[in-house]
């Protein structure tokens, strides 16, 4: 089986617009600036043998405020800019009460059947507690970037940098596979 990194899109690959305490989530091409930095971590992982997968809330495609073909153009960006192998996208609301919205765990459980990961020695890369819960849910490792949207729940690793979590990733795969 394969081992995989999800990575939660908004805050990790692309820069976060901010409005005080909150990111506020792009709705146009215009709006969606990659995070360049995030490059050389994704590559280390993908070298590391990891298959790559975003994953992001899109609310904006059910309420009306997200256009998909807009959506489309940020990711087809997003793909060229940085080596991912998939992209998933909840385009629910939260009245919705569908099983992919996180913290629901749907869209790891559908990329685990679709590319056949072990999850147990999978990571989620997240600025935000909804992946952690998520993660924990289905027995993946989440490794947390410090910001101020980790809240108090359960997380398994919080560091204050992505080429931090991807050096810790790496060490805990090599000790993974000498066990
Ligand atoms: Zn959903």
Redesign the pocket.
């Known amino acids: 089986m394969k081992t995989a990194i999800f990575f939660e899109r908004d805050g990790i690959l692309n820069v976060p617009v901010l409005a005080g305490q909150s990111q506020i989530v792009p709705v146009t091409l215009d709006q969606f600036k990659i995070n360049k930095q995030a490059l050389p971590a994704l590559e280390h992982l993908k070298a590391a043998g990891f298959v790559l997968i975003a994953t992001t809330n899109q609310p904006g495609l059910s309420n009306g405020l997200l256009a998909r073909r807009e959506l489309d153009r940020m990711h087809d960006l997003l793909r060229r800019a940085l080596p991912l192998d998939d992209i998933f996208v909840?385009?629910?609301d939260q009245a919705?009460g569908?099983?992919?919205?996180k913290p629901e765990p749907?869209m790891f459980t559908e990329a685990a059947f679709k590319w056949q990961l072990d999850l147990e020695h999978s990571f989620v890369i997240s600025d935000k507690w909804q992946d952690a819960r998520a993660a924990r849910a289905v027995g993946l490792t989440s490794m947390m970037l410090q910001s101020p949207w980790i809240g108090s729940g359960h997380h398994d690793f919080v560091i204050p940098t992505l080429p931090g979590i991807a050096d810790k990733i790496i060490r805990m795969q090599t000790g993974h596979l000498a066990a």
């Open positions: 909840c385009p629910h919705d569908c099983p992919c919205r749907g």
